[in-house]
């Protein structure tokens, strides 16, 4: 049975930094694309960034182009968000996202399985 687990995620302050990790069980993890997406209060899930399954493509959403950096370790079978730059707007609960193949896409109705979340809160 497919699982992705978020360990807790953090407080930080503004310019600050936090890594997520997504740790997936019970799947090929080389053959799917993965991505993040977050949803602050109040507010619909938005799309942050996505790797393909080989890691060759990465497209970040422009809020966090230049200040997130998604990668993978497919021999861990785990998808990394390394956030750093923090902003108060970064608030937010994210969420990893496994897709139904290797390709990415910025829609998370492209996404099968979704982790649990984990809170990221920014203070200013």
């Known amino acids: 049975q497919l699982q992705l687990v978020q360990p807790g995620g953090g407080l930080a302050q503004a310019g600050g930094s ?5 740790a997936a069980s019970g799947l090929t993890f080389s053959s799917y694309g993965m991505g993040w997406f977050r949803q602050a ?5 938005e799309f942050v960034t ?3 399954g080989s890691g060759v493509r990465i497209i970040y959403a422009d809020s966090v182009k230049g ?3 998604i990668s ?6 785990t ?3 390394q956030m750093s730059s923090l902003k108060p707007e970064d608030t937010a609960v994210y969420y990893c996202a496994r897709s139904f193949d290797s390709t990415i896409n910025v829609y998370s109705r492209a996404y099968a399985y979704w982790g649990q979340g984990t809170r990221v809160t920014v203070s200013s």
Do not use: E, M
């Open 79 to 81: 998808v990394y968000l």
């Open 72 to 77: 993978r370790d497919n021999d861990k079978n």
């Open 18 to 22: 936090l890594r997520l990790s997504c």
């Open 50 to 52: 996505a790797i393909s």
């Open 41 to 45: 209060p109040g507010k619909v899930r």
């Open 67 to 69: 200040r997130f950096t």
